[in-house]
């Protein structure tokens, strides 16, 4: 059957005049109040699991001790905790900086997700299928077990995840042109690379050395305390203000570097920018964290699926999702069992059947 | 005479193996609609890379509006060239109005992004071609025709006094390429310069008020389409003999075995 050509507008030649019933402002401030409301409900959610997960785990707390707990820590004249010693300590020193850490790597994570995809035009990639996070793991690893060789642990965590990504993108660049499926590739080689580097590491390092890179790799939130917290925050939260800030250039780079170039916007300048600031995101927690795998593929592709493809309102939606579904997941790998399970796990184990269903639904929309 | 809004002077290229582009001169002055015309491999791609300086490594000067674009940032050049791509094949699919938006990237100051009048401008433009019922559709709902209007709706929000298509009606249907030319013409009515390259030297007959030829790198002939384009030019330059002959007032290309 002959295909159907659509017209090509609806006005005729004659006037370019609009047969448009209505104006298209109100599609714009329908799209807007949508927008408004996916973030105003997303941020509900995440304040309701934080309540949840403060009072929830092997040692349970009531919300009133909770809350009394956090104003008494919070505001210099509020009246002291009158309760046991040991759940102002657990509630404040333990759960309050772990959930705290838990939301900024999911947002830390998604954000430098949503990044690589919009400037590597690639909906495939994050930071774990490029080879930044096991770069970031190497960098780390070395750090624990040459800790005089570098400043920290973060410092070289950073600089061997960049290599990771510089390498992975120089790689695959055949010709000025980077094809999404060698990226891939590049990106897989890369990990691989500083995988086969982190065991020569954990063969060569103490007894003690070993069992820090090991926990650390599994990925968890064991030892999070407000020194973790104290410098990942700000930074993170800096760091995703801006790119979500700029995020209307980051459109602009993602639909191709020429088209860009012609639009005004230097590929170049934007992409070392954006690519480094994703990057820095991404050592930053996993130096502290260890490897947490999927979040940075899964929650770009819900945020689209929910308010589409502008960057704009990508970032901030993808930034929550993350911090809540990670959330949820820690707060699973501490209540679940009488041990801790490392998040890694379930993350991984609620992140696969989540793709499968991502590409079964709405694969076309997600993976174009 | 006006100046011309486009200037290149003695342009030469190579890409490494023997010259694209070999001592190419030529002017567009404003409101001209000009037709690029050659066979594949003659060097209007590769000319339109030089004016927007995705290639850098040329001899010779190309001028936009008498300042050289060797001289220009990115920014500048985007203040001063508009340019509609052959492909366009975004993998996130943006609404019709973030697409022709983009269009003023150029003209913000600061870093917060468009403003109001920004999109009262792009609104414009979509207006101006008669689609702006697609603005809040998504690329990936509209059809060849209309993504290619939606482009053009891009360029011409950029506002920039030259507007470059390179073959802007290559995957389009009898009846689109006809609409997107029409519209094109209008545009250039309307005091805005554009080049355009094509394979159909019909279009540039029939829409364009100036032709350029193209022939293995060098410009063989310029001037109003109804003189350049004889018989014997388009049958040298694309090695089939061709007839130019005309229905009713209209000026036509045939090839010679379909005349016959």
């Known amino acids: ?368 | 005479m006006d100046k011309p809004v486009l200037s290149v002077s003695h342009l030469s290229f190579s890409y490494g193996n023997g010259p694209v582009l070999s001592d190419v001169s030529l002017r567009v002055h404003r409101r001209e609609i000009c037709g690029l015309l050659g066979p594949n491999g003659s060097g209007k791609s590769t000319l339109f890379k030089c004016c927007l300086r995705f290639l850098d490594t040329y001899s010779g000067e190309i001028q936009v509006t008498d300042t050289p674009v060797r001289r220009m940032g990115v920014r500048d050049l985007a203040q001063s060239i508009a340019y509609v791509p052959q492909e366009h094949k975004p993998v996130f699919q943006f609404r019709v109005l973030d697409m022709v938006i983009m269009g003023r990237n150029p003209h913000v100051q600061g870093l917060l992004g468009y403003s109001a009048e920004d999109k009262r401008i792009a609104l414009q433009s979509l207006e101006k071609l008669g689609i702006r019922d697609l603005a809040a559709m998504t690329m990936k709902e509209l059809s060849g025709g209309q993504k290619q209007l939606v482009l053009i709706a891009r360029a011409l929000t950029q506002n920039a006094p030259l507007m470059i298509l390179d073959e802007p009606t290559s995957s389009l249907d009898y009846s689109n390429q006809i609409k997107i030319w029409e519209m094109l013409e209008d545009i250039a009515k309307s005091g805005q310069t554009i080049i355009a390259c094509t394979h159909d030297p019909n279009h540039v007959l029939w829409f364009c008020n100036r032709t350029i030829v193209l022939h293995e790198g060098r410009v063989i002939a310029e001037g109003s389409p109804k003189t350049v384009l004889t018989s014997d030019l388009l049958s040298h330059v694309y090695k089939r003999e061709c007839i130019v002959g005309s229905y009713e007032t209209t000026s036509l290309v045939i090839p010679r075995f379909l005349y016959s």
């Open chain 1, 1 to 368: 059957m002959a295909k159907r050509t659509k017209p090509i507008g609806n006005s005729g030649r004659k006037g370019f005049v609009s047969q448009l019933p209505g104006d298209t402002q109100d599609i714009s401030v329908f799209s807007l109040k949508r927008q408004i409301g996916i973030i105003t409900l997303t941020t509900g959610i995440l304040l309701v699991i934080t309540c949840y997960a403060l009072t929830a785990g092997a040692f349970q707390i009531s919300v009133p001790d909770v809350v009394h707990v956090l104003l008494d820590k919070s505001i210099p004249l509020f009246p002291d905790f009158q309760g046991e010693r040991i759940q102002e300590t657990i509630v404040w020193n333990m759960r309050v900086p772990r959930i705290l850490l838990a939301i900024i790597t999911g947002i830390a994570l998604s954000t430098a997700g949503v990044v690589y995809q919009g400037c590597f035009k690639n909906p495939l990639v994050d930071p774990f299928i490029l080879g930044v996070s096991s770069g970031a793991a190497f960098g780390a690893a070395l750090g624990i077990v040459f800790p005089s060789f570098f400043l920290s642990i973060q410092s070289s965590a950073f600089l061997f995840a960049t290599i990771s990504v510089a390498g992975a993108y120089l790689f695959s660049r055949v010709r000025g042109y980077s094809a999404p499926l060698t990226l891939i590739l590049a990106g897989i080689i890369m990990g691989s690379l500083f995988d086969g580097l982190v065991s020569v590491m954990k063969y060569l390092s103490s007894d003690t050395a070993l069992r820090t890179i090991v926990f650390w790799i599994m990925g968890g939130f064991y030892y999070a305390s407000w020194s973790d917290v104290i410098l990942i925050v700000p930074v993170t939260i800096g760091s995703v203000s801006i790119l979500a800030l700029l995020a209307w250039k980051l459109n602009i780079l993602s639909i191709g570097e020429e088209e860009a170039r012609t639009l005004g916007v230097d590929p170049g300048r934007y992409m070392v920018f954006f690519i480094g600031t994703a990057t820095l995101l991404t050592a930053l927690v996993t130096a502290s964290v260890g490897i947490i795998p999927w979040i940075g593929l899964m929650m770009p592709h819900a945020a689209r699926m929910l308010a589409g493809p502008d960057h704009r309102i990508v970032i901030p939606l993808a930034a929550l999702l993350g911090a809540i579904y990670l959330l949820i997941c820690d707060t699973l790998a501490r209540t679940l069992t009488s041990s801790e399970i490392p998040v890694g796990i379930i993350v991984s184990i609620l992140g696969a059947p989540y793709l499968f269903w991502l590409i079964r639904t709405k694969g076309g929309m997600a993976f174009g």
